[in-house]
């Protein structure tokens, strides 16, 4: 990722994080990746590929964004292992568009940030 990505990502986080405690906006940033999703599925079954296309970059755009937050902020090992989740969603919207099926890929994929998200929203057990 170039230094200005960085710089973006970084900047957006952190000025965010001012009106909400880190782990609601990450919550935040999930959900509106998962509503993007759900409109690349229903443009995608529509045939309308462009807004199908615009909308799997803004998903991906934010997960770029946390991904350099875990990796540059949050660091060790549970930031590398969120930094390598969120790589993985990265790649899987990206591929979103190859092959057949593609609403039936994108629902799969926004199934997998789904349970994600719902994980992420459990408080941890003592």
């Known amino acids: 990722m170039n230094h200005t990505a960085y710089q973006r990502a ?3 986080y952190g000025s965010a994080k001012q009106t909400l405690p880190p782990h609601k906006l990450v919550e935040a940033l999930q959900d509106r990746a ?6 690349a599925e229903r443009h995608a079954t529509a045939g309308q590929f462009d807004r199908f296309h615009t ?22 090992p549970s ?3 969120l930094s390598q989740l969120y ?7 990206g591929r979103a568009a190859g092959g057949r099926d593609v609403p039936g890929r994108v629902r799969r994929i926004q199934e997998r940030l789904a349970l994600h998200r719902r994980l992420w929203a459990k408080p941890p057990k003592n």
């Open 79 to 81: 930031g590398k292992a």
């Open 34 to 39: 998962l509503q993007l999703c759900t409109s």
């Open 55 to 76: 909308d799997i970059v803004h998903a991906i755009r934010i997960y770029t964004g946390l991904q350099v937050v875990m990796t540059n902020q949050v660091g060790g």
């Open 10 to 12: 970084s900047s957006a």
């Open 87 to 93: 790589g993985a969603f990265i790649l899987a919207l």
